[in-house]
């Protein structure tokens, strides 16, 4: 066994100094997008990423770096070629929308939605799908270099969340790129992995935060909703919100708000079940005589196992 894992380990070197790959996306892992979930390495109907956390589901081939809301994939993001390679083929003109929303049209086998593939030599081949409806920018047969935009972040295809999926083939072999070599690990650096430079497995984070007068709305939340530069002292309450991605039971989130006379909320949220994406607020009802006018701050982090795994803050004023 031991002579199998050091044969594992040396095969999985030889790939990476063979074929390395930049992260597909123009924006800043843990900031601006994360992934969501990470190629299933559970051989059986469970689910389970290279770390053996949750953030993955059954039968998943590939790797999902998502935006947190829809406007951020309105805004523009994009899409980079992983490596130097050739276009063996793209779709584009499918639409920009979750395939179980009102309205969406039958997929027909086109579960990519919009996508390229490239062919990177050796055998190694990736494919990149979900991506905005007239984005791309190459064609078959073109040559592309590692970075160069080839489209931009979608909602095309069986998604129902902004993002691209990358899957990775060598020899037709589906293949992690966090852990290629694909011995049992829950390390979350487990070794050598595909990337030219190391990407941090993040197992959970508050990916939008902000402050309102009233419960907002988990969809709108989702959208891009923004806190306003002011808001009424008189409004019927006020209340700190956030959105988790990742969240697992046992995780402890601690959301405080608090104004110009101190603290306004100071809560901790006890999480009860493991979930892609989730969301929750905490706040008062407004007294008789309103806020206080003032800047106020909100603060939400998150602990798993007594660490802080990230700690979001926003501020507003009350007027």
């Known amino acids: 066994m031991r002579a199998l894992a050091a044969a594992l380990l040396l095969a999985a070197s030889a790939a990476q100094a063979e074929f390395a790959m930049v992260p597909p996306v123009d924006c800043t892992l843990g900031d601006t997008c994360f992934i969501q979930n990470y190629f299933d390495t559970d051989p059986g109907p469970g689910r389970r990423d290279f770390a053996?956390?949750?953030l993955s589901y059954d039968g998943h081939d590939g790797t999902d770096f998502a935006l947190?809301?829809?406007a951020a994939m309105q805004a523009g993001v994009d899409v980079l070629a992983p490596a130097d390679g050739k276009v063996l083929g793209t779709r584009d003109g499918m639409p920009d929308i979750a395939f179980?929303?009102?309205?969406?049209p039958p997929l027909n086998?086109?579960?990519?939605?919009?996508?390229?593939?490239i062919d990177h030599g050796g055998g190694w081949v990736t494919q990149l799908c979900h991506m905005a409806k007239g984005s791309i920018q190459v064609t078959t047969g073109a040559q592309v270099t590692a970075g160069q935009p080839i489209g931009r972040i979608g909602l095309s295809g069986h998604t129902e969340f902004p993002h691209v999926h990358l899957s990775v083939r060598k020899n037709g072999q589906k293949i992690d790129p966090?852990?290629?070599?694909?011995?049992?690990?829950c390390d979350p650096a487990p070794g050598p992995s595909l990337w030219a430079k190391p990407l941090a497995y993040l197992p959970a984070a508050i990916t939008g935060i902000g402050m309102a007068a009233?419960?907002?709305?988990f969809d709108a939340a989702l959208a891009g909703l923004a806190t306003p530069d002011t808001l009424a002292t008189n409004g019927p309450a006020l209340l700190v919100w956030a959105v988790l991605m990742g969240p697992s039971v046992g995780d402890r989130l601690i959301m405080r708000l608090t104004g110009p006379q101190g603290s306004v909320v100071e809560e901790t949220v006890l999480l009860d079940k493991d979930q892609a994406r989730s969301f929750r607020y905490s706040g008062r009802r407004t007294p008789p005589n309103g806020w206080p006018p003032g800047p106020y701050t909100a603060?939400?982090?998150?602990?798993?196992?007594?660490?802080?795994?990230?700690?979001?803050?926003?501020?507003?004023s009350l007027r």
């Open 52 to 54: 053996c956390g949750h």
């Open 178 to 185: 966090f852990h290629p070599s694909g011995t049992d690990s």
């Open 214 to 217: 009233s419960p907002p709305d």
């Open 68 to 70: 947190p809301t829809l």
């Open 100 to 104: 179980n929303a009102p309205g969406a």
């Open 109 to 117: 086998g086109r579960d990519c939605g919009n996508g390229v593939a």
């Open 299 to 316: 603060e939400v982090t998150l602990i798993r196992d007594n660490k802080v795994l990230d700690t979001g803050t926003i501020s507003t």
